[in-house]
């Protein structure tokens, strides 16, 4: 019997968007991914003008109005002291210096509290006000801001992006740009290949001189636009810069004067200079992204103008409570109902399990949990990860429940205080027959053949071998890459591919026909070749990766996620 079933939350993130070098340990960090720095050919800090380091004002009365908001935090409240034993229980085992979490209960802040310290050499104390990078969950914010557009006319989600951004040009392939809708972007259909450099320019500028510049330049796209689901944070950058050019203003002035104060979320920051102002902040626990070394983030370690839609946000419980209330009871001022509730309806499954887990416009929704028994209920929720940083945010409809945990460290999940708050705070239906999630070896034979990748690793071969599933790789035999040629089971047509100790879920999609047509992994996606017999071999991978560039994929795809089980 299945012990648990794990269920990926990407990053989305997570952008959560960090791997690690060789080391597979889950505080490495990797600096690139996808497209390698040397191809963006993005410059340094230095060889730009930082003229966009300034805050935006906040209107006294906004912040008079924020301040008074009552926060209700009754230690004393036996319902929770269970929830914050876990909660201190998960922080030791992941060895997160701190952690702050807020609980929503019928619309309002129930609960909220830090435990540990902002870091790992500091002993001033996480509050429940404590800023954190919140990374991926930055996602559903930009998803407002584009949303808001196309409410007012601005902006059709059916529209291709060029329609917006007519000066994209797919270096590799002048088609592609017109052939990605708006609605690709929000949904992770895009198919545009992921890339982020960790830390990069600062400016604001350049969120459109790089998305039009060195990413289009080396860019590509992995499948057709709309065949499916996989994770992108370009795909959020690219709307990012929708939202910018149609609105007028730069991306990080529209979210905080369109977006964030009218929620209320005044201390929702993107500059390391707002944040060092702030002055009540957590340092990240990782490990430097090129060098392996420990490192203690502050504020300004890393910054990246162009990767903000994507997931570079600072933010505390208590900000992310208000988005939680948002999504909960809307606000006509922020977004019309009918499109905050298209937000949280399934607009692509993610075929991660079965149909019930699926990506709406910037949230993860999720029908069913195993809690001992099956529960038919909803769960939107968004994870995020930047070194040094873990985020969650849930929303639980269902039973009128928000929960979010912030930690500085990486890979900092507290999915099992989340299931516990589940159990004793909900009132939960009643249990349903649970969906087969039987994985039988007897179906692996149809995942056998020959898949291809032009752009990265080229040709895979799958084959079975008794009840065992495996996979061949010549590209990264050839670049000397250590991986596990059998593929681990999880659930019906999933598996983990291990490089280097690392996880990579692999998922094999069908076409209309009922037939296998695509291996999907998050850094790179293969077509089943033609079972003709008479098809030559694939060609080699056009787009040729140094050894050290692959892994920087590897890594960073396993990074940027949070994996919900849910015990049986």
């Known amino acids: 019997m299945r012990r648990a079933i794990y269920i990926t939350v990407l990053f989305g993130v997570t952008v959560t968007a960090c791997g690690s070098n060789s080391d597979p340990s889950p505080h490495k960090a990797s600096q690139d991914a996808g497209i390698d720095t040397t191809d963006l050919d993005v410059q340094s800090d230095d060889a730009f003008e930082a003229s966009d380091d300034s805050s935006p004002d906040v209107p006294a009365d906004v912040v008079e109005d924020v301040v008074q908001q009552d926060v209700i935090q009754d230690a004393a409240d036996p319902r929770f002291e269970p929830i914050v034993d876990s909660l201190e229980k998960e922080r030791m085992k992941f060895g997160a210096p701190g952690v702050a979490l807020a609980i929503v209960e019928g619309g309002k802040l129930s609960f909220s509290t830090g435990l540990g310290s902002k870091g790992e050499n500091n002993n001033d104390p996480v509050h429940d006000t404590t800023l954190f990078r919140i990374a991926s969950i930055t996602k559903p914010l930009t ?38 809708r708006i609605k690709h972007l929000l949904t992770h259909e895009s198919a545009i290949v992921d890339a982020l450099e960790i830390d990069s320019t600062r400016s604001d500028d350049h969120l459109k001189e790089v998305m039009l510049g060195p990413y289009a330049e080396n860019g590509y796209l992995m499948a057709p636009p709309g065949r499916m689901y996989n994770y992108s944070n370009p795909g959020y950058m690219f709307a990012g810069l929708v939202a910018e050019t149609v609105g007028g203003d730069y991306y990080r002035l529209r979210m905080h004067d369109e977006v964030l104060l009218p929620q209320g979320m005044d201390r929702t920051y993107f500059l390391p200079s707002e944040v060092l102002a702030d002055g009540d902040y957590a340092l990240g626990k990782t490990v430097h992204w090129t060098t392996g070394q420990p490192l203690t983030v502050e504020p300004d370690t890393y910054d990246n103008a162009w990767g903000r839609p994507a997931g570079y946000a600072w933010s505390s419980v208590l900000d992310l409570a208000k988005f939680i209330q948002f999504l909960r009871d809307g606000n006509d001022g922020v977004l019309a109902h009918s499109l905050r509730e298209e937000m949280m309806k399934p607009q692509v499954s993610t075929k991660e399990f079965l149909d019930r887990l699926a990506y709406g416009y910037g949230l993860m929704v999720q029908q069913g949990a195993f809690l001992g028994s099956f529960y038919d209920i909803k769960i939107v929720q968004h994870a995020g990860a930047l070194p040094g940083f873990a985020a969650d945010m849930y929303w639980v409809p269902d039973c009128d429940l928000g929960f979010i945990t912030l930690a500085n460290t990486d890979g900092a999940y507290f999915i099992s205080t989340f299931v516990l708050a589940l159990q004793t705070l909900c009132s939960l239906p009643a249990p349903t027959t649970p969906p087969d999630i039987t994985v039988n070896p007897s179906t692996f034979t149809q995942f056998e053949g020959v898949f291809h990748d032009p752009f990265n690793v080229g040709t895979m071969v799958v084959t079975k071998d008794g009840n065992d599933l495996n996979i061949e790789l010549p590209t990264l035999d050839d670049l000397d890459i250590p991986y596990e040629h059998r593929l681990t089971p999880t659930l019906p047509n999933n598996f983990l591919f291990y490089v280097q100790g690392i996880p990579l879920p692999l998922t094999f999609l069908f076409d209309d026909q009922g037939q296998v047509e695509y291996l999907r992994t998050r850094p790179f996606v293969g077509k089943k070749a033609e079972q003709d017999g008479g098809t030559p071999p694939p060609p080699p991978p056009i787009h040729k990766l140094s050894r050290n560039g692959l892994l920087q994929r590897f890594h960073y795809s396993n990074i940027e996620r949070s994996s919900v089980i849910f015990r049986r």
Not at 153 to 175: C, N, V
Request: glycine residues 2%; without cysteine; charged residues 20%.
């Open 143 to 180: 998803a407002t801001a584009v949303l808001q557009l196309v409410e007012r006319g601005d902006i059709d989600l059916e529209q291709p992006i060029t329609t917006y951004l007519p000066t994209l040009d797919f270096a590799k392939d002048p088609s592609w740009a017109s052939s990605i």
